[in-house]
């Protein structure tokens, strides 16, 4: 198979040529113990981390991921009787679309990498919500993927599309969006022309929203399973467990995810400022720098709300959205921080172990 065609982009061509790399794999999915790789010549190899790979992984972002490139080592037969290499390197990515995940071990976790297009799933039903959306968008413009809006299961709407496509508009004005059946198969040509031969998208959205049934219509053949919703609160099952690489038959790539319970955002400031930029052109007036928004004189934003420019709404979805981006990036620079620490004290040790042995002999 020709690279391109697996995703391949120049970029990494400095980074793929190395004599202990034997082979050139793009994982095309994960599983308990290991990943799958698919090699340039189209061989399945399953993909072991090496010891010191999995030793030295500090954050998830580390390890591979469905959609990355990686380079392996000689090919064996692992115990489950398949080839298999060892990974030597994750290439660098061109583009990763990554959420934190929350708690005491407060991490980033890599859904997908290398993606030309995040497809930001949401169906014309009660699962429908900006503020998510606004989530996905971040995490799509901050990781460098083209976010593509998906309504959903217009065949639901009930002639109330209109409605939903205006609240797209509003507040994403420049996103392309796509409106989709399955039933009708409406929208899946409109797909197929943004994914061309060597483009990679991913899908993303909450669990019944009918991303494997459009990830199988695009493919033409039943590659994931898909599951019912509840009637009560149109919210689906998780039906797909982990994400998975496909071909389509006119050349591009998909990446099926499971439906989140939760997208937490990571990102810079300026992701939000970007996707939210009447708020953050008000706030740029207000009359103190550091004004919080809620009690300072002369605020912009509080008057912008008094006036109805503002929906209470929108300021809340940026004020939480803003938190959560300080509190990841916080995270992250501790985790950096640490293994920072670790390595010069590896090195330092090295170090004296060597001026050691020179003074033995
Ligand atoms: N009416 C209607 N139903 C749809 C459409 N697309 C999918 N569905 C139904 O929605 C349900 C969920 O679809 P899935 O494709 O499994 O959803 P998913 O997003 O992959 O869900 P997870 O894998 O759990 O994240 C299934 O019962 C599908 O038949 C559509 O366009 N219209
Ligand atoms: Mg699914
Ligand atoms: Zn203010």
């Excluded at 990494?12 to 202990?20: I, P």
């Amino acid at each position: 198979m020709d690279r391109n065609k697996l995703g391949w982009s120049p970029s990494l061509d400095q980074h793929g040529e190395r004599s202990e790399y034997e082979s050139l794999v793009r994982i095309i999915a994960r599983h308990k113990a290991f990943w799958q790789g698919l090699t340039v010549s189209g061989n399945r190899l399953n993909c072991h981390l090496s010891g010191k790979m999995s030793h030295e992984a500090f954050t998830g972002a580390q390890l591979p991921a469905v959609g990355d490139w990686c380079a392996t080592g000689a090919s064996f037969l692992d115990e489950t009787n398949n080839s298999a290499a060892v990974v030597k390197a994750v290439l660098p990515r061109r583009s990763v679309v990554a959420r934190m995940v929350a708690g005491v071990d407060a991490d980033e976790q890599v859904l997908a990498a290398n993606v030309d297009y995040a497809f930001l799933v949401t169906s014309a039903n009660k699962n429908f919500n900006v503020n998510r959306l606004r989530r996905y968008m971040i995490l799509a413009n901050h990781g460098g993927a083209q976010p593509v809006v998906v309504l959903s299961k217009v065949d639901l709407a009930d002639g109330a599309e209109r409605d939903f496509v205006d609240r797209l508009q509003a507040a994403f004005p420049d996103v392309r969006y796509v409106l989709s059946s399955a039933l009708s198969l409406t929208g899946v040509e409109r797909i197929e022309s943004i994914l061309r031969e060597g483009k990679t998208g991913v899908f993303l959205g909450s669990s019944g929203v009918g991303k494997s049934t459009l990830v199988n219509l695009l493919l033409g053949r039943e590659a994931q399973r898909t599951g019912e919703i509840r009637e009560n609160d149109a919210k689906g099952r998780h039906t797909t467990s982990g994400a998975g690489l496909f071909f389509m038959p006119k050349g591009g790539m998909i990446i099926d995810t499971p439906g989140l319970r939760e997208v937490h955002v990571l990102g810079a400031e300026a992701d939000l400022d970007r996707l939210m930029p009447s708020f953050s052109e008000l706030a740029a007036t207000c009359k103190f720098g550091n004004c919080t928004h809620n009690t300072e004189p002369g605020c912009q934003v509080q008057k912008a709300l008094a006036d109805e420019r503002l929906s209470r709404g929108e300021l809340d979805c940026y004020l939480k959205l803003n938190k959560e981006l300080a509190y990841a990036r916080r995270k992250l620079d501790k985790r950096a921080a640490i293994q920072e620490h670790v390595r010069w004290k590896k090195v330092a040790a090295q170090q004296r172990q060597l001026s050691k042995e020179r003074g033995r002999f």
